[in-house]
Nanobody, 121 residues
Framework: EVQLVESGGGLVQPGGSLRLSCAAS????????MSWVRQAPGKGLEWVSDINASGLGIYYAESVKGRFTISRDNAKSTLYLQLNSLKTEDTATYYC??????????????WGKGTLVTISS
């Protein structure tokens, strides 16, 4: 059974940083691209970032480019998202997702339950 468990969310002041983690199990993580998506309160899902299976192909939404960094440790079956220079508009539940292929941006088929990030002074 595919499982994705996010952690690392919390309350941070504007300008602060957080590191989110996603522990993957139930599949060969190193064979699949992975993604982060987020949902702000009362809004729809927003794609944030993608990383391909090898970790060499990385993509970001314009809204987070230069502030967020996606990475993965295939030996630990773990996906990360480093969030820096946080803004109030980054407040959202962040979900990690498994993609259907080793290449990025082919679509997602499993999601975790999310971790809440709140940016407030």
């Amino acid at each position: 059974e595919v499982q994705l468990v996010e952690s690392g969310g919390g309350l941070v002041q504007p300008g602060g940083s957080l590191r989110l983690s996603c522990a993957a199990s139930g599949f060969t993580c190193s064979s699949y691209a992975m993604s982060w998506v987020r949902q702000a309160p009362g809004k729809g899902l927003e794609w944030v970032s993608d990383i391909n299976a090898s970790g060499l192909g990385i993509y970001y939404a314009e809204s987070v480019k230069g502030r967020f960094t996606i990475s993965r440790d295939n030996a630990k079956s773990t996906l990360y998202l480093q969030l820096n220079s946080l803004k109030t508009e980054d407040t959202a539940t962040y979900y990690c997702a498994k993609e259907v292929d080793g290449g990025a941006l082919y679509g997602m088929d499993y999601w975790g339950k999310g971790t809440l990030v709140t940016i407030s002074s």
